[in-house]
């Protein structure tokens, strides 16, 4: 492959990382070009021809329905939420509300992946680029090491383990999900947490960690101390750790993580 093919494919790369990943035309348009001329009076004064200058008229622009960017908000979630007695329905709540750009830009909805009713709950925050392709949770790098992970536990997806995200969108840009979208969908991961009714949560990384315990403290002194999750009468044990992206940047801290999902298999025997 020739250098310029390399660094063709390397900017393909980075505009598909930010979220530009579609494609709007398949020809080039030149924004800053002068727009060609058409009627025939404008040519001849080009050309220096007299003539008077055409009367501008207005062109009527019909309006549009506002769009709101950040989804329905959290108190419609909610009343949406009450009305769910399962998580099929919780499915089909939660995709019918308005998700606002995250919904109109992100190719798949992310519900989540594994066995219900399993008694380890993984929780994280929102879906990556793999993710949106496959409308699964954690199957990307960072699934991977998990899954990696849940293994040497001695848990599966398709045995004794349950996953999902805050946000069943992908936000653009892998970014992490704005405030006013992780305070919509709370509801509904409320709900889904009383649903599945696990023995065990394991919030993986900061945001998934401070959305559900309320607090503003960091993940390095939250991780490996178990937390208490109150929803209604419901009271579920907790465990924050890092999030399996930060492992992949940080391998030193694999080991930490590890002993934290010890802790947590020996809960679940217990």
């Known amino acids: 492959m020739s250098p310029s093919e390399n ?3 390397a900017a393909l790369d980075w505009l598909v990382a930010m979220g530009a990943d579609d494609m709007v ?3 080039p348009v030149n924004r800053f070009a002068p727009p060609p001329v058409t009627d025939a009076a404008a040519q001849d004064r080009i050309q220096g ?5 055409p009367k501008a008229t207005p062109t009527p622009i019909a309006a549009k329905p506002v769009q709101p960017a950040f989804g329905a908000g959290p108190v419609a979630a909610a009343e949406a939420a009450a009305r769910v007695s399962s998580l099929d329905e919780l499915h089909d709540a939660m995709r019918a509300i308005d998700g606002g750009v995250y919904k109109r830009s992100a190719k798949s909805f992310v519900f989540s992946d594994g066995t219900r009713k399993a008694p380890l ?11 949106d392709r496959t409308g699964k949770p954690f199957v990307g790098p960072s699934g991977h090491l998990l899954d990696k992970m849940l293994a040497a ?17 992908r936000p653009l840009g892998n970014r992490n999900p704005e405030p006013a979208m992780v305070s919509m969908y709370l ?5 889904h947490i009383e649903l599945s009714g696990p023995k065990v949560v394991l919030l ?15 993940i390095t002194r939250m991780r490996g101390k178990w937390r208490e999750i109150r929803l209604g009468s419901g009271v579920f044990d907790a465990m924050p750790t890092y999030h399996p992206a930060y492992l992949l940047r940080q391998p030193h ?16 025997k217990a």
């Open 7 to 9: 660094t063709a494919l």
């Open 25 to 27: 035309g398949t020809v």
């Open 49 to 53: 021809q007299s003539g008077p200058p």
């Open 121 to 131: 709950m993984v929780i994280g925050e929102a879906p990556g680029a793999e993710e």
């Open 153 to 169: 536990a001695g848990y599966s997806r398709d045995r004794n383990a349950y996953i999902t995200n805050i946000v069943p969108w």
């Open 187 to 191: 509801p509904f991961l409320h709900k």
């Open 204 to 218: 993986m990384g900061a945001v998934a960690a401070k959305t559900l315990l309320e607090t503003e403290e960091g």
């Open 253 to 268: 801290a694999k080991g930490l993580a590890w002993r934290d999902l010890l802790t947590v298999r020996d809960r679940i």
